[in-house]
Nanobody
Framework: EVQLVESGGGSVQAGGSLRLSCAAS????????MGWFRQAPGKEREGVAA????????YYADSVKGRFTISQDNAKNTVYLQMNSLKPEDTAMYYC???????????????????WGQGTQVTVSS
């Protein structure tokens, strides 16, 4: 089983930055897809970014391309989401998730993320 613990959320003004962390334990020697998802009140959960830990291939939602960067530190079994130029519409609960064999953040791929963290809140004020 994979356990995920997120940290790094908070409140910032528009244009600011935050870095989220997701520490993973369990099956750390197995390549997997680590993704970040977010859900705002009254909205569906959406994929933000993902990384295949075996080779570093990354995936981004169009809404965050050029602003967010997903990265990994294999020695620490941790995945990061660097969020720059934050906008009020980025406000949401952000979740880290993991799946095996394939990687992606489209709606169809979300179903196969079987491991989820508890979430961390990001609030961006205008």
């Amino acid at each position: 089983e994979v356990q995920l613990v997120e940290s790094g959320g908070g409140s910032v003004q528009a244009g600011g930055s935050l870095r989220l962390s997701c520490a993973a334990s369990g099956y750390t020697y197995v390549s997997k897809c680590m993704g970040w998802f977010r859900q705002a009140p009254g909205k569906e959960r959406e994929g933000v970014a993902a990384i295949w830990t075996g080779g570093g291939t990354t995936y981004y939602a169009d809404s965050v391309k050029g602003r967010f960067t997903i990265s990994q530190d294999n020695a620490k079994n941790t995945v990061y989401l660097q969020m720059n130029s934050l906008k009020p519409e980025d406000t949401a609960m952000y979740y880290c998730a993991a799946r095996f064999y394939h990687c992606g953040i489209d709606r169809g791929s979300q179903t196969f993320f079987g491991y989820w963290g508890q979430g961390t809140q990001v609030t961006v004020s205008s």
